[in-house]
């Protein structure tokens, strides 16, 4: 296994205590409170608060108020907070269900960051309660890293059990104590409503925690928002998210089961641009609740690249937003799942990168068979297939070396290799895919591989037909991925891992030299 990097001078349960209670209390700064006013005065924060996009200078910082209010950020390099790097605010208004997010921008490299957030009434000017938070930028060279990744969250109607622990991988993720986590995809399962109780195979109860917005299918901008704010009433959920990064991309999910840009609309319609209203509220809803980083003018943009460092670079891919509508399927065998813009920008960064690895995080596996995702079934390149084999392809004649996927979506754990020389399509350099999940939802036996590009299970783990389908998270099938990339060797280490901490599997992979330099690329 990859070295760790050595255990912080902090002691790990006494801030978790301070950044997940309700009363921490500022004491300096901008952050000190009036000394007369009631409680109930006080703007509050409603649910959790949440960094994320974290690279070696800048970090987005989010949180909700529970009243329009003025989120008043200050960040330190201590965790006394004696001495105050800078502040930052932003409103958080009704217009975006009061939520705020902010930039924060000139960090130091390799730096532990705290962050303390309070909001303040814009009516009255009275300050609210503070609640601290803390991530790790990107480090310099020679220093190792440590991430976490898996998807899917609250599905199939498992939502919070507290007597079942709630959402316990995310309680298992902080004890790995990861620089960054890459959220996969289905955040929320707005096509699932969460009743008060199911049924378990072994004759118990599951009695979840329920809302008004999960009451019902979300179609209005309320209750995909309402999603959102579920995952915020478990305690583990919290402490992670004050604690680690995220790294956010969506699947299908958030919107509505397999869904495609203009053919999953409901009875609300179509905008004047021809998206469906119904997508345009689930977007909407997720760039309101997710730490997630503005693109140029492009707010509404889901891939991006985050530099992490001369280690690594992260490849944010979206397989849902510029796909074909067909469903993977037709006579004309044409198909597309990441459009022409968006495969233009992924070929031009990876040539560009100079990072020692190169990590595409992607919403859907490319192997697995499936009519929603890439792969049909053994042969040549079909329909959607054409835009990984030239994307595959691309790479091979940049040399490009060390690129490894990761995903989830398939609500079981696996650890495909890629290899040409088993593979229909035989234009490209092999690679490794990792598989991981679901967090907290129903989970499924492994699935069919397709030989177009080659895939070898090396390990999968799921329920098995005597168990099967929909098994619920007490079960103890819900997986995440563990990456560790080693400061002085550079070799990656990919562990899968369960619910309870137990190492899986796991591989080594040692780094390849570049084929050619890199070219320095011409866009964002």
């Known amino acids: 296994m990859a070295s760790l990097r050595a255990s912080r001078a902090w002691t790990r349960r006494q801030f978790l205590v301070r950044s997940t209670s309700s009363l921490a209390v500022a004491s300096l700064g901008t952050l000190a409170k009036p000394s007369l006013s009631r409680a109930a005065d006080r703007p509050q924060i409603a649910g959790g608060i949440q960094s994320g996009d974290v690279s070696d200078g800048s970090a987005m910082i989010w949180a909700r108020a529970d009243r329009p209010a003025r989120m008043q950020v200050q960040y330190s390099t201590v965790e006394s907070f004696k001495t105050i790097i800078a502040s930052a605010s932003r409103d958080a208004l009704p217009d ?14 390799g730096q532990d960051i705290f962050y303390r957030v309070r909001f303040d009434d814009v009516a009255t000017g009275i300050a609210g309660e503070s609640r601290t938070g803390h991530f790790r930028t990107a480090p310099a060279a020679g220093k190792s890293i440590s991430f976490v990744w898996s998807g899917d969250v609250a599905g199939q109607g498992w939502g919070i059990d507290i007597a079942r622990g709630g959402y316990r991988s995310y309680r298992t993720m902080l004890d790995n104590r990861p ?17 008060s109780e199911q049924k378990l195979p072994n004759g118990e109860t599951w009695r979840n925690l329920v809302t008004e917005e999960k009451a019902e299918v979300a179609h209005t901008l309320a209750q995909f928002r309402g999603n959102y704010k579920y995952n915020h009433l478990d305690e583990h959920f919290r402490a992670f998210h004050a604690d680690v990064p995220m790294f956010a991309q969506w699947d299908d999910h958030e919107v509505t089961n397999d869904w495609s840009p203009t053919g999953s609309f409901d009875e609300a319609g179509h905008e004047d641009d021809g998206t469906p209203r119904l997508v345009a509220r689930a977007r909407r809803a997720f760039f309101d609740f997710m730490p997630i980083r503005d693109i140029g003018p492009r707010k509404d943009r889901v891939y991006r690249k985050i530099a992490y460092g001369p280690l690594l670079d992260v490849f944010m891919i979206d397989m849902r937003s510029y796909r074909d509508d067909s469903w993977n399927k037709g006579d004309d065998h044409g198909g597309w799942i990441l459009g022409a813009e968006q495969l233009a920008w992924l070929k031009r960064e990876l040539a560009a990168s100079r990072a020692t690895w190169k990590v595409i995080a992607a919403d859907l596996p490319i192997g697995l068979v499936s009519m929603d995702a890439v792969a049909l079934g053994n042969g040549a390149p079909d329909r959607r297939e054409h835009e990984i084999a030239d994307l595959l392809g691309s790479i091979k004649r940049a040399g490009v070396r060390n690129i490894v996927w990761l995903t989830a979506d398939m609500h079981y754990t696996a650890a495909h290799y890629y290899d040409p020389n088993k593979a229909q399509f035989q234009e490209f350099e092999p690679f490794w895919e990792f598989v991981s999940g679901p967090l907290h939802a129903g989970s499924w036996g492994p699935g069919e591989l ?16 005597a168990q099967g389908e929909n098994l619920a998270p007490c079960f103890g099938l819900q997986f995440f991925g563990r990456v560790d990339i080693d400061g002085a060797s550079g070799v990656m280490t990919v562990t899968l891992k369960d619910v309870d901490n137990r190492d899986l599997w796991s591989v080594d992979i040692v780094p390849q030299p570049q084929a050619r330099p890199a070219v320095v690329a011409q866009h964002s």
């Open 96 to 109: 975006a269900d009061f939520t705020a997010k902010l930039q924060l921008d000139d960090l130091p490299s």
């Open 179 to 195: 620089d960054f986590f890459i959220h996969s995809g289905d955040h929320i399962y707005a096509d699932c409503t969460i009743p």
């Open 450 to 465: 397709d030989n177009t590009f080659g895939p070898v299970a090396m390990y999968q783990n799921g329920c098995s037909e």
